[in-house]
């Protein structure tokens, strides 16, 4: 209550005026908006998408929004599936990394790789190998340094 004898708007609803033809400019009692935005939804609505989890795209969200903020525990999110997204979004021909394993080459016996993997991740066993060095040759006469990782280092971050 706003006061005495008087009702809050969001509570009680108000009705028009009890006349047959209704006018356009007759005024109605307003009512209270919302406040803030609505929920959104946890979910997309079609399976069609090709997106990223809702959960992984929240945390997107954070890091955009405070780019000082720290995450400490995401490994939680990284799955079989999403190793195997990140796999198939990777450039096929890509230079090899210091393993010398190419796209190619990892695609064979795929799901028991990527289960490999996920197990070593989850467990804190894997580890980043060291980047293959390249130097590119710049215009002017120098060399420009150039790291290529390996393939399991770049499908980990992405996922």
């Known amino acids: 209550m706003n006061g005495r004898e008087k009702s809050d708007s969001a509570i009680v609803a108000v ?80 230079a090899a990394g210091i393993d010398g394993v190419a796209w190619r080459d990892y695609e064979v016996g795929l799901e028991r790789k990527l289960a490999d993997l996920h197990a070593r991740v989850l467990s804190g066993a894997y580890r980043a190998t060291p980047s293959r060095r390249v130097y590119i040759p710049k215009p002017d006469g120098g060399r420009r340094p150039l790291a290529v990782a390996a393939l399991e280092d770049k499908a980990c971050p992405r996922a």
């Open 15 to 94: 009705k028009s005026t009890n006349e047959a033809e209704r006018s356009g400019s007759e005024p109605m009692e307003p009512r209270a908006g919302t406040q803030g935005k609505a929920i959104q939804q946890s979910a997309f609505r079609t399976q069609g998408r090709a997106d990223a989890s809702q959960a992984r795209e929240r945390i997107r969200q954070a890091a955009r929004r405070n780019r000082k903020e720290r995450f400490t525990a995401l490994l939680h999110h990284v799955t079989v599936e999403s190793l195997e997204g990140a796999f198939r979004a990777m450039a096929k021909d890509a």
